[in-house]
């Protein structure tokens, strides 16, 4: 985002804190385009000049918390004492549930569940600068990588899930070790 213009970095930023604001009040179906904009200080035509709905603004959302959880993983990752994983599973067990279950659980209609598909990819591509793929390297070595990037990206969701339906049962450190602990088994 830093190579767009400056007035486009600050639309999407006060579009972005907006919803984060807004979904703290309600579930994002009942959040309209207006409500963004008049919150974002910004105006309905310049919403629709940078997004075709709301839908379209879920997907730039997401993508835009994805990449500041990714970022945040790749840039504290000490090779020695951290692990990748581990870093993003933190990062998203901080995030607010209603962000999360709009991340992980989002089910409104066709069209978004097609949007939701680039998220996933999006994901995807950048789990594979972690999990790595050496370019001369056997085709049934390639399936494997693709496979624990899926595996493992299955896991972190239904375990950041897991846990914010039962943190009243078990501490975060416990759980990150539970988490931990998970990653190893898969990763041999």
């Known amino acids: ?3 767009l213009d400056l007035r486009i970095q600050k639309t999407y930023k006060s579009l972005v804190e907006a919803i984060e604001i807004l979904l703290k009040e309600k579930e994002f179906e009942k959040i309209s385009v207006t409500e963004i904009c008049d919150l974002a200080m910004i105006r309905r035509p310049t919403f629709y000049k940078h997004f075709l709905d709301k839908y379209d603004f879920l997907t ?3 993508k835009s918390k994805m990449n500041v959880i990714f970022d945040y993983a790749f840039q504290n990752l000490n090779e020695e004492e951290s692990n990748f994983f581990i870093l993003v599973f933190e990062q998203l067990l901080q995030q607010p549930d209603n962000v999360l279950h709009l ?4 089910q409104l209609n066709s069209d ?3 949007e939701m598909v680039s998220v996933q990819e999006y994901g995807q591509n950048m789990l ?3 999990v790595n793929l050496e370019e001369n390297v056997s085709t049934n070595h390639v399936i494997k990588n693709e496979y624990k990037r899926q595996i493992i990206m299955g896991v972190t969701i239904q375990s950041v899930d897991w846990y914010k339906n039962n943190k009243e049962k078990i501490h975060i450190e416990e759980m990150l ?7 190893e088994n898969l990763m041999v």
């Open 1 to 3: 985002m830093e190579d």
């Open 60 to 62: 730039f959302f997401i």
């Open 103 to 106: 991340i992980f659980s989002i």
């Open 112 to 114: 978004v569940m097609l």
């Open 128 to 130: 594979k600068n972690f």
């Open 177 to 183: 070790k539970l988490y931990e602990k998970t990653l």
